[in-house]
């Protein structure tokens, strides 16, 4: 008799982690699993110019994705607040566009509704204060030729979602880091 009910308490443990892997992988329990789902870089015409997601999206959804974030943002002006909730196509119920708009780029963060907007908008002033350290006044295409380093910024401040850092002095310190490790090789 134990040893059924150690094979039924088994087999139910089993589908339970299935099933709460599945709705981490499709964003269906987003309640449970709070964090940034992407950030995107647009610029003026619609081009992305950097995508980062942190949930598995196949590659057709993250393009319609862009297309839909960039038709959201590009309609509002910008004297209006810099959220928008409730964007219908990404996977997960309870998603929102933080954004900045830039001169020719739109830097946006795509978050749980659990995230601090003014929090998210603090991150993008450092992500975009950072760029402009690292480039000296930061443009579009710097963000194509050194994409390597953009990538290299972003995962110092945010990795699988989470925020990591938040000091511009320390993101710059792990760049120069990463510099003269490359020189040295």
């Given at each position: 008799?134990?040893?059924?009910?150690?094979l039924?308490?088994?087999?139910?443990?089993?589908?339970?982690?299935?099933?709460?892997k599945?709705?981490?992988?499709?964003?269906?329990?987003?309640?449970?699993?709070?964090?940034?789902?992407?950030?995107?870089?647009?610029?003026?015409?619609?081009?992305?110019r950097?995508?980062?997601?942190?949930?598995?999206?196949?590659?057709?959804?993250?393009?319609?994705?862009?297309?839909e974030?960039?038709?959201?943002?590009?309609k509002?002006?910008?004297?209006?607040?810099?959220?928008?909730?409730?964007?219908?196509?990404?996977?997960?119920?309870?998603?929102?566009?933080?954004?900045?708009?830039?001169?020719?780029?739109?830097?946006?963060?795509?978050?749980?509704?659990?995230?601090?907007?003014?929090?998210?908008?603090?991150?993008?002033?450092?992500?975009?204060?950072?760029?402009?350290?690292?480039?000296?006044?930061?443009?579009?295409?710097?963000?194509?030729f050194?994409?390597d380093?953009?990538?290299?910024?972003?995962?110092?401040?945010?990795?699988?979602?989470?925020?990591?850092?938040?000091s511009?002095?320390?993101?710059?310190?792990?760049l120069?880091?990463?510099?003269?490790?490359?020189?040295?090789?």
């Amino acid at each position: 008799k134990a040893t059924v009910s150690v094979l039924y308490w088994a087999c139910s443990h089993t589908k339970r982690r299935r099933k709460r892997k599945e709705e981490y992988h499709t964003g269906r329990n987003s309640k449970r699993y709070k964090m940034i789902k992407g950030v995107l870089i647009v610029n003026n015409h619609g081009k992305a110019r950097l995508l980062k997601y942190y949930d598995k999206l196949s590659y057709d959804l993250q393009q319609s994705l862009v297309g839909e974030v960039f038709r959201v943002i590009s309609k509002r002006s910008d004297e209006v607040c810099n959220f928008v909730e409730g964007l219908k196509s990404w996977p997960g119920k309870e998603t929102k566009l933080i954004y900045r708009h830039y001169a020719t780029l739109y830097f946006v963060f795509v978050v749980d509704d659990c995230e601090s907007e003014l929090g998210i908008l603090d991150l993008v002033q450092v992500f975009v204060e950072t760029l402009d350290k690292c480039f000296e006044e930061v443009c579009e295409l710097d963000l194509i030729f050194h994409s390597d380093k953009v990538h290299y910024i972003l995962d110092e401040i945010i990795m699988g979602g989470m925020v990591l850092e938040t000091s511009k002095e320390v993101i710059l310190q792990s760049l120069e880091g990463l510099s003269a490790k490359k020189g040295k090789v």
